[in-house]
Structures are given as C-alpha cells and as structure tokens.
C-alpha cells in the first residue's frame, strides 16, 4: 500500500511536469486573453448555429458510444483531478490557512496544484463536447440556458483562478471535481441503457457544492479582512456572482423537475383510480 500511494504522489505531485509547473501569462497554453474571448465565443456561435441547422439526428448506434466514451473520459479526468489537486495541495501549503487564503502578493501561479487548476481549466473546454452531443441528438430540450451559461461562464472563473492566483480554488476545485465525477458516472451508465435512480441526486449534490462554497468563502473573507489579505480577491467575487446565479437556476431547475414529476405522478395515480 506504501509503494502504490507513493507511486501515485509522484506521478500526481512531485513529476518534474507537474511540480514545477508555471502559469506564464500569454505563454502557458490557453493564459492569454485572446484565447479565453475567442474559445468562449467560438463555443456560443457553434451552438446557435448547430441548434438552427436542420442537420437529421445522428443514429443512436453512433451516438450512444461516443456519449459513454466521453462520459467514462471524464469521469476518469475528474477523480484524477479531485486526487491530484488533494494531494498538491498538502504537499505545497506551508500551512493549513493556505489552503484557504493565499498570501497577498506572495502566491505565484506555480507548483502542482497550480498545474492542476491549468488541467481543470483545459478540461471546461473539453467539456463543450457535452453540448456537441445534445446538438447531434437534437434533442433541444436538454440544451437549457443553465446548460449554455454554465459551460461558457466557468471557462472564465477557471481562467481567473490562475491568472490572479485565486484563493480558495482547491476546495472549490476537489469539490466540483467529486461531484462531476458522479454526474458523469450517471451519464456514462445512461449512455449504456442502464438509467440509475439517483439522478435527483446529481442535481442535490451540485446544490449542496454551491452552498459549501458560500459557507467556506465565509471563513476566507474572515483570513482576508482581519489578516494581510488574501490573493486573488477580486477573481474570487467573480466567482461569487457566478455561483450564486448557478445556485438560483440550478434550485429553479430541480423544482421545476421535482414538480413536474409529482404532476405526472399524480396524473397516472388519478388514471389507476
């Protein structure tokens, strides 16, 4: 057990690729501005103009297999993140305060959980793929405005994670990674026929994640205005604002679907009688 778990903190901490990682702004693959604006706008106009194409829907014997290789990728991509971020980040804290408020003006976009946030980062865009598959089933009720605003805005909270050092994205990065990790788990099993009962779950976890968020962000403003400061602030309101919409929408969204189905319930019980 020794050898595995030091096996695993090389591969995931201490490899010279992963330790000595440095986000270079307008060097480090996809850190500079014009990447971000133009990823980002790419993404909205390839969507709006698949959603009004006529294109036919692709086949369900293709389409089921590309679904459950990109769900079982990352589902695979998120545990290897939540794990290797937990591991940098207890590997680089000088103490237990860093993991939640980095020194003002001394925390360098470096090291391994640095590099980790780089991965996270890179992996938001690969997830746009989820919207590729929604589009090539044209099936246009599952492409909600959560769904569009959620996988473009994160791209930018990513980006500002590591370009303002942002405190306290180590939590907020190991917690989204374990609940996509179930997210995609469910996915990847419907792409396989199987449909698990604990979709409701899903939605209840990334609930519960954004409250989290808020109560740890708390303690954080606590480091930040009775301490020195903590680094990336201003990346962290952004961040804010953005969890608080996504707390809204996804709260609108599972009563919207918990109601719809005690109607249906409802409506088939009336038909028995």
């Given at each position: 057990?020794?050898?595995?778990?030091s096996?695993?903190?090389?591969w995931?901490?201490d490899?010279l690729?992963?330790s000595?990682?440095?986000?270079?702004?307008g060097?480090?693959?996809g850190?500079?501005?014009?990447?971000?604006?133009?990823?980002?706008?790419?993404?909205?106009?390839l969507?709006?103009?698949?959603?009004?194409?006529?294109?036919?829907?692709?086949s369900?014997?293709?389409l089921?297999?590309l679904s459950?290789a990109?769900?079982?990728?990352?589902?695979?991509l998120?545990?290897l993140m939540a794990?290797?971020?937990s591991?940098?980040?207890?590997?680089?804290?000088?103490h237990?305060?860093?993991i939640?408020?980095?020194?003002?003006?001394?925390?360098?976009?470096?090291?391994?959980t640095f590099f980790?946030?780089?991965?996270?980062?890179?992996?938001k865009?690969?997830?746009?793929i989820?919207?590729?598959?929604?589009?090539?089933?044209?099936?246009?009720?599952?492409l909600?405005?959560?769904?569009?605003?959620?996988?473009a805005?994160v791209v930018?909270?990513?980006?500002?994670?590591l370009?303002?050092s942002?405190s306290?994205f180590p939590?907020?990065?190991?917690t989204?990674?374990?609940?996509?990790?179930?997210?995609?788990?469910?996915?990847?099993?419907c792409?396989?026929?199987?449909?698990?009962?604990?979709?409701?779950?899903?939605?209840n976890?990334?609930?519960?994640?954004?409250v989290?968020?808020?109560?740890?962000?708390?303690?954080m403003?606590?480091y930040?205005?009775?301490g020195?400061?903590c680094?990336?602030?201003w990346?962290?309101?952004?961040?804010?604002?953005?969890?608080a919409?996504?707390?809204a929408?996804?709260?609108d969204f599972?009563s919207k679907?918990?109601?719809?189905?005690?109607?249906?319930?409802?409506?088939?019980?009336?038909?028995q009688?």
């Open positions: 057990m020794g050898s595995l778990y096996a695993v903190h090389y995931l901490v490899h690729t992963v000595q990682f440095e986000w270079i702004q060097q480090t693959l850190s500079s501005l014009h990447f971000l604006s133009l990823t980002i706008l790419t993404y909205l106009s969507t709006y103009l698949l959603r009004r194409s006529h294109l036919p829907p692709l369900t014997a293709v089921r297999p459950a990109h769900n079982l990728f990352l589902l695979l998120s545990l794990v290797g971020c591991l940098s980040t207890l590997s680089q804290m000088p237990p305060i860093w939640l408020c980095f020194p003002k003006a001394q925390t360098p976009p470096s090291g391994p980790w946030a780089h991965i996270f980062y890179l992996s865009i690969l997830e746009f989820d919207t590729l598959l929604i589009l090539l089933s044209r099936d246009d009720r599952r909600s405005f959560l769904h569009v605003y959620h996988h805005v930018i909270m990513c980006y500002l994670w370009s303002t942002q306290l939590v907020a990065l190991v989204n990674a374990s609940v996509h990790s179930l997210m995609y788990a469910y996915y990847f099993l792409a396989l026929g199987i449909r698990p009962w604990w979709k409701r779950w899903v939605t976890c990334q609930i519960v994640q954004f989290f968020s808020f109560l740890v962000s708390v303690w403003l606590y930040h205005f009775t020195f400061g680094s990336g602030i990346g962290w309101c952004f961040n804010a604002v953005f969890n919409s996504l707390l929408l996804f709260v599972h679907n918990y109601a719809r189905r005690r109607k249906n319930k409802g409506g088939d019980e009336s038909k009688s």
